[in-house]
């Protein structure tokens, strides 16, 4: 099994930066694509960022260049740097991850995509 855990949320004054982190551990192989989204009171959950496993990064036009991802492959982990906030980024942020498990005992592959449990980020203005 894998799991991922979110970090690193919190209260911030409008305009002030947040760091979340998301980490992956159990029984893995390799980790590809990950990406966070989010999800506000009422709305649906909505892609924030992604970033590749060779580190092509891609962005929702709300949060070009106020967000930055990034991932550090020897921790299993991604990041999530935010900064200038808005009172219209409060949402519950989630990870998400597609994961290569290492080989079961027929030798073959485990493939799971995983979500973190959430992490709330409140603006206030």
């Known amino acids: 099994q894998v799991q991922l855990v979110e970090s690193g949320g919190g209260l911030v004054q409008a305009g002030g930066s947040l760091r979340l982190s998301c980490a992956a551990s159990?029984?893995?192989?390799?980790?590809?694509?990950m990406g966070w989204y989010r999800q506000a009171p009422g709305k649906q959950r909505e892609l924030v960022a992604t970033i590749s496993s060779i580190g092509t990064t891609n962005y929702a036009d709300s949060v070009k260049g106020r967000f930055t991802i990034s991932r550090d492959n020897t921790k299993n982990t991604m990041y999530l740097q935010m900064n200038s906030l808005k009172p219209e980024d409060t949402a519950v942020y989630y990870c998400?991850?597609?994961?290569?498990?290492?080989?079961?005992?027929?030798?073959?592959?485990?493939?799971?995509?995983?979500w973190g449990q959430g992490t709330l980020v409140t603006v206030s203005s």
């Open positions: 998400n991850a597609d994961i290569r498990g290492q080989r079961d005992e027929a030798g073959l592959y485990t493939y799971f995509e995983v």
């Open positions: 159990g029984s893995i192989f390799s980790i590809n694509a």
